[in-house]
C-alpha cells in the first residue's frame, strides 16, 4: 500500500517531466539527498548510470543501473531501477557515488512507476510487519480497525454468526497482542494460539491491577 506524501518522478516518451503526487495535502520541504539531481538528470534523459551504494550494514558496492523513476515518500528519496538482478529500488541517501553513461536505459515496455512503487511498497511493509493473526471482527468494528492498521489489515469475508474474517499483521506476537487488547469489544482472535496467551496474560495484568 501506498502511504501519503509519495511523488513520482516520470520519464515519458516525449522527453517531458511529469510530477505525479499521491494521497497528500500539503508539502514540507526536506534537504535532498547529494545525488538526486544527477539521477534526476538520468531518468530525464534515459541513460544508465555507474551506481555507489552503501547498504543498511554499511557495506558499500557498485553495479551498473538503469534509471527507470525517481519516488519521494515522506522525507526519503528513491531509485526505481532495472538491473541485471531484475528491478531493485535504492534509497538516494545512501547512493555513494552515481555517474551517468552514455548508455541507452531498457526500460520494459509495460513499466509503470506508480504501480511498480505500490508493489514495492507493499513487500516492503510485509517485510516490516511478518507476522500475522486471524480474528473474527464484528461488522461495527472493521472501522476501528482500518483506521488503527490500515494496511496491516486484510478484510475477508462473513461468518455464519455475522462476523467477519480478518487478518492483520504486526512486527512480532508481543507487540500485535498488546495492539489487539484494547480492541476485544469487537475482536476475537482465533489464531495462532500464542497471541491468544499473550492476550490472556494481559487480560489477568489488567485484572490484578484494577480488579
Known amino acids: 500500500m501506498v502511504s501519503s506524501g509519495l511523488s513520482c518522478w516520470i520519464k515519458w516518451p516525449q522527453s517531458r517531466l511529469t510530477t505525479s503526487t499521491f494521497g497528500t495535502n500539503s508539502r514540507v520541504e526536506h534537504r535532498p ?3 538526486l539531481d544527477e539521477l534526476q538528470d538520468a531518468v530525464i534523459r534515459g ?3 555507474r551506481l555507489g551504494y552503501v547498504d543498511r550494514e554499511g557495506a558499500e558496492s ?3 543501473v538503469h534509471p527507470l523513476g525517481i519516488v519521494a515518500k515522506g522525507p526519503s528519496w528513491y531509485l526505481v531501477s532495472h538491473t541485471e538482478a531484475g528491478r531493485r529500488t535504492f534509497r538516494i541517501d545512501r547512493v555513494s557515488s552515481a555517474e551517468p553513461t552514455d548508455d541507452p536505459v531498457r526500460r520494459p515496455e509495460d513499466f509503470d512507476l506508480a504501480e511498480s512503487w505500490r508493489e ?3 513487500e516492503v511493509d510485509r517485510k516490516r510487519t511478518p507476522f500475522e493473526i486471524q480474528a473474527l471482527c464484528a461488522p461495527q468494528g472493521i472501522g476501528p480497525l482500518r483506521i488503527g492498521f490500515g494496511g496491516r489489515l486484510e478484510v475477508g469475508g462473513s461468518t455464519t454468526d455475522g462476523r467477519v474474517e480478518v487478518v492483520i499483521r504486526g ?3 508481543y507487540t500485535l497482542a498488546g495492539e489487539l487488547s484494547g480492541l476485544i469489544e469487537w475482536l476475537e482472535v482465533t489464531g495462532p494460539a500464542s ?5 490472556a496474560s494481559i487480560g489477568n495484568a489488567l485484572v490484578e491491577r484494577y480488579g
Open 171 to 173: 512486527h512480532d506476537e
Open 62 to 64: 557498485g553495479r551498473t
Open 195 to 199: 497471541v491468544r496467551d499473550h492476550l
Open 33 to 35: 539527498p547529494r545525488f
Open 47 to 49: 541513460v544508465q548510470v
Open 120 to 122: 514495492i511498497a507493499d
